[in-house]
């Protein structure tokens, strides 16, 4: 089993929205944490953000958080709610030998949500980081960690990635 972290939508703008149950720099501290695992392991790390279409310039703070972005990561800039459709996702993963994508990033039932339905089309195994995303509100991210996630694949949280022999 080959697995890659996919991390969504980690940008200034987005992480100082009003996030519930976890605030955008709590999300960021533990994607970071999971990025350095990833790497650690040798794991494809790949980070995902978004343009907005037909604007002639990005608003501010459209770049990923500062220093999130490493050597080999793999950039993807998507201009649909998930990160699968118009990019060279499934072809970066593909030719990396990946068969399991771990999600974790901004906004639970947005991005990441979406981003996670297609990699199940495309015939991905898929797994969740619920303490590393978080949602416009509790109570929808909660329903979608509950209740939808599992449906797709295994709900987990950070300690289950970064601690040693994960």
């Known amino acids: 089993m080959t697995s890659a972290l996919i991390l969504i939508d980690l940008m200034p703008r987005i992480i100082a929205m009003p996030l519930a149950p976890h605030t955008g720099d709590e999300v960021l501290a533990r994607c970071r944490e999971l990025a350095g695992a990833f790497r650690a392991a040798g794991r494809p790390v790949v980070l995902v953000r978004v343009d907005r279409p037909n604007v002639t310039e990005q608003p501010p703070g459209s770049d990923f958080a500062h220093d999130l972005v490493q050597g080999d990561d793999v950039v993807v800039v998507k201009r649909t709610i998930g990160a699968f459709y118009g990019t060279d996702l499934d072809e970066q993963l593909r030719k990396r ?34 303490d590393a995303m978080s949602g416009l509100a509790a109570d929808e991210h909660e329903f979608a960690v509950e209740r939808i996630f599992p449906r797709f694949g295994e709900v987990r949280n950070t300690a289950d990635h970064v601690r040693p022999g994960r």
Request: charged residues 20%.
């Open 97 to 130: 030998g990946v068969d399991t994508v771990v999600l974790a990033g901004l906004v639970t039932t947005m991005g990441v949500e979406s981003t996670a339905r297609a990699a199940a089309d495309h015939g991905y195994e898929v797994e969740f980081v619920a």
